[in-house]
């Protein structure tokens, strides 16, 4: 799925998730369709990934692009990948929100496919970092993260698409493409909920309660669910402990818990993907109520 950016005006194709109302405002409009690449780039293209040469690749444009993610498996993987591409190329590669930051300033990218999760870092909060220092940084998510939690976030923060780790590598290299190109690249199924949610309202999310807490609080639970500590926590997030107290009294309101066992408990269910008993939150009680 593809939409132009609401940062610059030069790109034109699609006008989506922009900020508006209670949530990301979809606002549908007709893409044309792209043009298909010029036989000689396509035999180009297809050479380069057979192993192949041929005399045109030196007349190809490299695109340059940062690897951040915390496995090194993963980030070897992708570079492999790269390296069959005849238009792409891996500029470097890091491991921590320290070393992304570093290669990004270092390296210059045009685009960092970032995943969220860098040892307990916040990634959504490195995403807003970097586009605040870097505007012409284009950021793609690579998450194994829930993307009906975490796609939309991602958006907010900064970058311009969310793919899920589970996906083909030639649906990674699709997004690529798509956020080189100037547009957002969301999954078909996160790309309706964002339309649900536009004609329904919250109810579209479903009724777990996690989509009410905020980014922060969302952090919070999910070190809490991996078992980490609030003091643990609060040097992670670079926040005092009694902050963290207070995101964890707030998280507990939120999904209607009655104390700490309860919070730990369900924080563990969270972030093992397994879904927790059903918890009327304090916000449904109310209405009911």
């Not at 192993?51 to 951040?68: F, H």
């Not at 940084?137 to 900064?158: F, H, K, M, T, W």
């Not at 999910?222 to 707030?250: C, D, F, M, P, Q």
């Amino acid at each position: 799925m593809a939409a132009s950016t609401h940062r610059s005006g030069k790109h034109r194709k699609l006008e989506a998730c922009v900020r508006g109302g209670l949530g990301l405002r979809f606002v549908a409009k007709a893409k044309p369709m792209k043009q298909q690449p010029q036989p000689a780039q396509h035999a180009s293209r297809k050479a380069a990934r057979e192993g192949g040469t041929d005399s045109s690749q030196a007349d190809v444009p490299k695109r340059r692009v940062l690897i951040g993610d915390g496995h090194a498996l993963v980030r070897l993987g992708m570079i492999e990948f790269l390296r069959k591409e005849l238009d792409l190329v891996c500029c470097g590669e890091a491991a921590s929100e320290a070393e992304v930051r570093t290669a990004v300033r270092s390296a210059r990218p045009d685009l960092l496919v970032l995943d969220l999760w860098l040892n307990g870092a916040d990634g959504l909060e490195l995403v807003k970092v970097l586009r605040a220092e870097f505007p012409e940084l284009l950021i793609l998510v690579c998450s194994q993260l829930d993307e009906s939690l975490y796609a939309e976030r991602a958006l907010r923060a900064g970058a311009m698409g969310f793919i899920g780790k589970d996906r083909p590598l030639d649906e990674l290299l699709s997004a690529i493409h798509v956020v080189l190109d100037g547009d957002f690249y969301l999954s078909r199924r996160m790309s309706a909920l964002l339309l649900r949610h536009n004609v329904q309202g919250k109810e579209a999310w479903g009724t777990s309660g996690v989509e009410m807490l905020t980014d922060r609080e969302l952090q919070v639970f999910s070190l809490l669910g991996a078992g980490v500590g609030s003091r643990e926590a609060a040097a992670k997030l670079r926040i005092s402990v009694k902050t963290v107290e207070t995101y964890r009294e707030n998280i507990k309101h939120k999904l209607g818990l009655k104390n700490a066992a309860e919070l730990l408990h369900h924080a563990a269910l969270f972030v093992d993907g397994k879904t927790a008993p059903p918890v009327e939150s304090a916000g449904r009680l109310a209405r009911r109520l």
